[in-house]
């Protein structure tokens, strides 16, 4: 249907536009339950310039963490799989080029072991970031390795386009073909051998879908997809080509959630999606197939990230409008959490500010934000120390994985050491189901009584796994404080506060305020 806009309309419409470009959001401050999360590149922890020596890769992703943890962020999608390899140990996939030089070459550590151990003891969680269905990235064949590389043992997976040609070799990714149901599984029990094998708090996908261009190209015209498509069984509901492309991503999204959730219920499963959903040239819905909404509406998926990287007053795809349309789109079951571009923050286009604005249009009506990527958090830090991220925060609990909190922490007690700190200590739950229930606690310190556990700036730590003890070192003498503690468990349900203890500095004196 043609149809043409009148002035008034037309008059209107840029007033909204207007409206979003220039209005300058208030930001409303830390808030104690928020995604605050940020994309770890394989690149960025694993750079060329320290290829081949383990001791620096590990000092690396030393400094990435301490960095995320002093911006207060709680979210590490670090990524582990690049175009069918790996950077942890795999039963199925040849070790990462970018550790040795060499793919296949062991490096004789486990960068996704470490990095989980970092990420715990910051108290900060780490989702494996996995690139999905891209197979290979360079201008000639990967060298031959055990286990053998994907690309050299299955050809007859890649993508092909409408003549039947696969996928050539170039800068970018050769993908398999998502139509090929060995293709998914072979994906699927790649990435629950990992979920298996490793602490990690979540799996991340990215590339979660058909090639860019995948209309016009014609993508996937394997033998595999043509002949499934035109039978019976391979398309029973007799769907069209479209339909049918964006049903198999669904089913392999639908069949790694119920297996990882099977194998750890708390474990989390999310995706990076485009950026806008089913409008304009470039889309996830039309252009490669991609439904995350369809995700969210089955109950397949815990959070999606639309890649929304464009400033707020871009000409054609301004940020808030785009940002509260996802967030409008949220049915309150599962969450969305937009990313942000900081990479190109302090470019003559990309003002330091303009984090501050995107920031606060998340917050109006959103639960957390992830950041892209790292090497623009180092731009970004100080913004965030002053601006919003002064205070730590937990992730939002996910009640649909597990809605009933952990016990409270019992018989916090407070005493002042010799440099004048207060060294708090509390009780394990008295049953072994009761502790496994918990996974880390939140510190609580405030001048006022009681204290309040929903306000920010009380949150002062977060502690790294069952520890009981806690040396609060940053106070003030001659202050009265009053503590408390609550338990998480792993998808952050808190637990009500312990009984509350009081300090007074410099007297010494400690006395219980609550009973236990």
């Not at 390899?85 to 490096?107: I, R, V």
Request: aromatic letters at 12%; one cysteine or more.
């Amino acid at each position: 249907m043609n149809q043409k806009l009148t002035p008034f309309i037309l008059a209107i419409l840029s007033l909204s536009l207007i409206g979003f470009v220039c209005k300058e959001p208030k930001i409303r401050y830390d808030q104690t339950k928020e995604a605050r999360g940020i994309w770890v590149t394989r690149w960025e922890w694993a750079k060329v310039e320290i290829v081949d020596n383990p001791e620096a890769q590990r000092a690396r992703i030393i400094e990435i963490f301490d960095v995320a943890k002093r911006a207060n962020l709680n979210l590490i999608l670090f990524q582990v799989r690049g175009n069918g390899d790996a950077f942890y140990q795999s039963k199925f996939e040849p070790w990462s080029d970018l550790l040795t030089g060499t793919l296949g070459k062991n490096p004789n550590w486990d960068p996704l072991a470490f990095a989980v151990d970092q990420a715990h003891q910051r108290g900060m969680e780490l989702h494996a970031w996995v690139n999905t269905f891209p197979a290979w990235r360079g201008t000639t064949p990967p060298p031959r390795t055990l286990p053998e590389h994907v690309y050299h043992a299955h050809p007859e997976w890649i993508v092909c386009d409408s003549a039947g040609t696969p996928m050539a070799l170039s800068g970018h990714y050769v993908n398999l073909s998502p139509g090929i149901p060995a293709v998914r599984e072979y994906v699927h029990n790649v990435c629950l051998d990992m979920a298996e094998n490793y602490d990690i708090d979540g799996v991340h996908f990215d590339y979660i879908r058909y090639p860019e261009n995948s209309p016009k190209l014609g993508y996937s015209q394997d033998a595999i997809s043509l002949r499934l498509f035109n039978s019976p069984e391979g398309n029973p509901q007799n769907l069209s080509w479209a339909d049918w492309q964006r049903e198999n991503i669904n089913q392999f999204v639908r069949k790694f959630y119920d297996s990882a959730t099977r194998l750890k219920p708390w474990l989390k499963i999310s995706a990076a999606v485009i950026g806008k959903y089913d409008y304009s040239e470039w889309n996830g819905f039309h252009v490669v197939y991609q439904d995350g909404l369809r995700w969210i509406r089955d109950g397949k998926i815990d959070f999606i990230c639309p890649m929304i990287y464009w400033q707020t007053d871009h000409p054609t795809a301004p940020f808030g409008p785009i940002t509260q349309d996802w967030l409008k789109k949220y049915p309150h079951q599962r969450y969305i959490f937009p990313g942000l571009s900081i990479n190109q923050l302090g470019s003559s286009n990309w003002p330091l500010d303009e984090l501050l604005r995107q920031v606060a249009i998340v917050r109006e009506g959103g639960n957390g934000m992830v950041f892209f990527s790292y090497s623009g958090l180092e731009k970004a830090i100080s913004q965030l120390q002053t601006n919003g991220f002064m205070y730590q925060a937990n992730l939002p609990s996910m009640p649909w994985k597990k809605n009933k909190p952990p016990m409270d922490p019992r018989q916090l007690a407070a005493q002042i050491n010799s440099a004048g700190a207060v060294k708090l200590s509390w009780s394990l739950p008295d049953s072994s189901v009761e502790i496994a229930d918990v996974h880390r606690y939140n510190i609580f310190r405030s001048e006022k009584t009681p204290v309040d556990i929903f306000k920010a700036e009380n949150l002062i730590h977060i502690t790294a796994g069952l520890t009981t003890e806690f040396t609060d070192s940053s106070l003030s003498h001659g202050n009265i404080y009053y503590y408390v503690v609550t338990a998480l468990d792993r998808v952050n349900n808190e637990s009500p506060p312990s009984n509350e203890v009081q300090v007074s500095l410099p007297h010494l004196a400690i006395k219980s305020v609550t009973d236990d």
